[in-house]
């Protein structure tokens, strides 16, 4: 197990690596002199050379990249261009936000998926299989942002019976926070449900022929038993970790979601940054993801041998 | 004895004229759902052809005495809120969907396809090294890596395009390096190579042709993906500019007036949901035909 987990992090090592290179070049793809295309409408000499300063953009190339990755280590990723506030404290600020968004939206996910999943595997063929293979198309393929816009439609202005924007800490009240949240987790949890759906069928399908699953059967257990107690239990333990891979679907739909709502959390904070020509805030936001997205899967990886002995070295 | 006089039995004359091509094709058309597909998807592509000669209006012609008029026998699809016709907007914003949902795929294959070749087929520190860069633009996920990049290149739909075809590069290299790293113990690739054949012609043409099945599924599947990904940077205004139709940015108008003209978001999401639903049935049926082993 130790050794399992010294290779996973020497692997993790080079991916940061080509992860911090990556989002350092996005700034070489800004055309013409980048300090005045950060600068924008702002044409002041001083703002010009501070941003020159800060981004060492008379420096070399490779030269620049070293002062933002010694800053990156040191959890410095620069100063917001707009709101002269540092990127980690606005990233700190609006994370919490997403967490509640995203935690609700993967628990709606399980909810809806999950028993969906199972039910179309143990009814395979039936008019229920049917009925959960449409489900999980019509997830996979409607866009959140349009789905996001009907519910309002139809839960805020025709119905009066959610709030169509805005957001309520939990901490404050958590019932208007609930009722803030609820519509946009399940329009964030939708896709991802549908995605649960197909893995957990397939996983059970595959279980339910398994000589273990006839055993159980041929011992006269109830089925009720047999899928709850042997199969179910085999057929999920994939599909757990799975929720951690699916953070990347979560947090681009965070985004979008976010956008829709009206929510200020972490989707919302790239986009603005993106309108604001904010580019350490963008370039802040990326790595951050992508650090959580690698740390993410090296859990997935660790919680699914601890949960499956035969994996254990 | 001659070949002429060799009996041809039917068994063999059905396995000759049956080729896996079109063993495929056959499989695929027994699919209703991939059929269905195929079918909504080529209305699509017809229909953002010909829309110069099939639109009732032009899409980016106002009228202020038809602001945010509902569905009628005029305007079937109604107004939208500087009085542009909807159904036509619709059909023109088919074109810079599909277009972008094919461009960018093919950006993604003109870049994957070749480091993947290259990484399976080369192995050692080419792959290492490649393997590693892909693994760090997966971390970054697709969407988030797409509005970073169109963010940087500036808004347009051209940009968009080649902000989603670059985030969707990693899913097609991983994948050929995958499929390379399948088929290249095969004996046919041991003869290529054994008559000193370069690794290039290997590559291209003995490898490539037999991986093809799994990336054709892929792309299929990626136009999907690559269409939804354009509308939202339209939506949020990096993709498509005014007043130039997309379905992206309609929705985005269409929520502004979601009180006074609910209509105006229908249509183009609906269309949307249409296209992505489309292709993936297509790609699942393709998967199903090509290999199938995944049944």
Redesign the interface.
């Given at each position: 197990m130790l050794n399992f987990l010294a290779r996973r992090i020497a692997q993790i090592i080079p991916t940061l690596f080509f992860v911090s290179v990556l989002i350092f070049s996005l700034q070489q793809l800004l055309p013409g002199d980048p300090a005045l295309v950060m600068a924008g409408e702002e044409r002041d000499p001083a703002v010009i050379e501070q941003i020159r300063q800060q981004y060492k953009l008379d420096q070399p190339i490779p030269v620049q990249y070293v002062y933002w990755l010694k800053g990156v280590l040191t959890g410095n990723f620069g100063e917001s261009l707009r709101s002269k506030m540092p990127v980690r404290e606005l990233i700190a600020q609006k994370l919490p936000v997403t967490l509640q968004l995203g935690s609700m939206a993967i628990l709606i996910a399980f909810l809806i998926g999950i028993p969906a999943g199972i039910v179309s595997a143990v009814k395979r063929g039936t008019v229920w299989d049917y009925g959960a293979n449409l489900f999980a198309l019509w997830g996979i393929s409607t866009p959140n942002f349009w789905l996001g816009i009907l519910m309002i439609f139809l839960f805020s202005i025709e119905l009066g019976w959610l709030p169509a924007s805005g957001y309520v800490p939990l901490s404050e009240n958590w019932r208007a926070s609930l009722a803030a949240t609820i519509m946009p987790a399940f329009v964030l949890g939708n896709a991802i449900s549908a995605i649960l759906m197909r893995h957990t069928r397939s996983a059970m399908l595959q279980v339910l022929e398994s000589d273990y699953v006839r055993t159980a059967r041929a011992k006269g257990l109830s089925e009720r038993s047999v899928i709850l107690k042997h199969a179910m239990r085999n057929a999920l333990t994939p599909i757990i970790t799975l929720g951690a891979l699916e953070l990347g679907t979560l947090l681009s739909g965070a985004v979008l979601t976010e956008q829709i709502f009206s929510i200020p959390g972490f989707g919302k904070l790239i986009v603005d940054a993106v309108f604001n020509r904010d580019y350490a805030v963008v370039q802040g936001v990326v790595l951050v993801t992508a650090t959580v997205y690698i740390t993410l899967n090296l859990v997935a990886d660790v919680a699914y041998i601890l949960v499956n002995p035969r994996l254990r070295g | 004895m001659t070949d002429a006089a060799l009996p041809v039995s039917p068994v063999t004359q059905a396995y000759e004229l049956d080729s896996p091509a079109r063993r495929a094709r056959r499989r695929l058309f027994k699919r209703k759902a991939a059929v269905f597909g195929l079918v909504a998807i080529t209305t699509f592509i017809a229909l953002a052809l010909l829309a110069p000669l099939i639109v009732p209006y032009d899409p980016i012609a106002t009228s202020w005495s038809l602001v945010r008029k509902p569905p009628t026998m005029s305007h079937w699809f109604g107004t939208d809120e500087l009085g542009r016709d909807i159904l036509s907007r619709v059909i023109y914003g088919a074109r810079a969907s599909l277009l972008a949902g094919l461009i960018s795929v093919a950006i993604a294959l003109g870049i994957g396809v070749p480091l993947g070749l290259l990484a399976g087929y080369r192995g050692g520190f080419t792959d290492a090294l490649i393997s590693?860069?892909t693994?760090?633009?997966l971390?970054?996920?697709?969407?988030?890596?797409a509005?970073?990049?169109?963010?940087?290149?500036?808004p347009s739909l051209t940009n968009a395009m080649i902000a989603i075809g670059i985030s969707a590069t990693p899913i097609f290299i991983r994948l050929t390096r995958g499929q390379v790293l399948n088929v290249k113990s095969e004996d046919y690739v041991e003869a290529a190579r054994a008559l000193g054949n370069p690794g290039w012609r290997i590559a291209f043409s003995h490898i490539l042709p037999n991986i093809m099945p799994a990336l054709l599924v892929q792309a299929t599947l990626s136009i999907?993906a690559a269409i939804?990904a354009e509308?939202?940077l339209s939506?949020?205004?990096?993709g498509q500019q005014p007043p130039a139709p997309s379905w992206?940015s309609m929705?985005n108008a269409?929520?502004r007036f979601?009180?006074q003209a609910?209509w105006m978001?229908i249509w183009?999401?609906l269309a949307?949901?249409l296209v992505?639903?489309s292709l993936?049935?297509l790609g699942d049926g393709l998967r199903d035909a090509l290999d199938p082993r995944q049944r």
């Open positions: - | 590693r860069i693994d760090a633009m971390a970054c996920p697709f969407l988030i890596l509005i970073a990049l169109a963010a940087f290149l500036g999907a939804i509308a939202a939506f949020l205004g990096l992206g929705l269409a929520q979601l009180t609910p978001a183009p999401g949307i949901f992505v639903l993936n049935l």
